[in-house]
């Protein structure tokens, strides 16, 4: 599992340009050819002239498809507190490729034994499972995430299966799957995804709790939820005994200025919607989570749950359109 503690750049490879070496090269055997094609007939000429137009164009489009791709760079950064807790059984996680990247954000279950193993096992089980099916991820993510999932939920329950240490452990998910063009979340329980610009929350996920049916009704405020007395009572999560599935869904295209968060309960309910919109105004990343993640066990007053979150965004790379600047790398 893809675990390391400090903010990640990702870079696609670029497209080289040609030497002058290779230019005078291509030149020459230019000139030859055309020297080699008078001898021809005219009609062989003709053909020839066509064809070699025909794969001149097609080159050329395939150039400018790539010249106007855009380099994949995201910058990420993630943080886990044990809180006032005993153990942690939160997990984070992440793995970015040349073109893609995975995040998750896992919560075991109080209340059962072995919550931070069944946490750690989901991370690595959808890890190892997106590598194996990133090809058809990357043809139809909707339906190959679904995929992905289902068979890292087996591998979870197969693994928990085999000691009664852990049979009964259990555990929430939340990640999230993206390429330049594409975006797709997962998550069941009560950690979530947000996304966010330094204006508004565009969305998040619904929980899969009774705090969340209580707030359907118009029982409860958004802002009662992370102190309620039933906060953490869950209709859906993963283990052994259970058959629940996890909701996957399609959104667009992460945009320049946009952040995503992933995190459990412990931190969303310890800080406010101004203060997560607030992230994606930050510059220094690392310090804005540390900082929001410490507050949120300092508002619990000793009673503090993990606390976990993760976020992300477009990196600001010089020259590509986004405005210039280092990204730091910072001890999460």
Known sequence: MDRPSEGKVSSANRLSLPTRRSVDTAAAVSGFAARWIQTKPRRIRLSWATTCLSRCFAWLGRQRIDQQKQPFHLEQFECSLIGDQ????????????????????ADGLGGYPAG??????ICKAVIDRTLAYIETIQADPLKGMRSCLQQATSDLQQYLALSDDTRRAQTTLALVWLNADHLITAHIGDSRVYLVDEHQIHWQTRDHSVTQMLLDEGSIGEDQM???????????CLGVERQDTVKVRAYPALKPGQLLLLCSDGFWGGTRRDEIIALAAAENLSAALQQRAACAVKRAQGDSDNVS????????????????????????
């Open 86 to 105: 005993a153990i942690n059984q939160d997990a984070v996680a992440h793995h970015i490729g040349d073109d893609w990247a995975l995040l998750l954000v």
């Open 309 to 332: 979150a993760q976020i992300a965004r477009w990196a600001q790379i010089q020259g590509s359109g986004y405005e210039s600047g280092a990204v730091p790398g910072a001890q999460l």
């Open 116 to 121: 931070e193993v069944a946490s750690a096992k």
């Open 226 to 236: 992370g102190d309620h007395p039933d906060q953490g009572k869950l209709f859906r």
